[in-house]
């Protein structure tokens, strides 16, 4: 378990780190009437969830069993 959250935490990580290099400068802009937030806001925040999931995974795996 400890291994797959890492695994999930690394694919975060690389989804928020391409969705911060391979979109546009535009598509970062809400003002802008023509991009709005576009699909760089959801693959952000949606990178950012399962890298809280993998965070999350990882560490219930770490932390010592209770008697």
Do not use: C, E, R, W
Request: charged fraction near 5%; avoid cysteine.
């Amino acid at each position: 378990m400890k291994n797959i959250g890492l695994f999930i935490a690394f694919v975060g990580m690389a989804i928020v780190g391409g969705s911060l290099v391979l979109t546009p400068q535009h598509a970062f802009n809400p003002v802008d009437s023509d991009a709005g937030l576009g699909a760089a806001a959801a693959y952000f925040f949606g990178g950012i969830l399962v890298f809280g999931a993998g965070v999350v995974m990882y560490a219930n795996s770490v932390m010592p069993k209770s008697k």
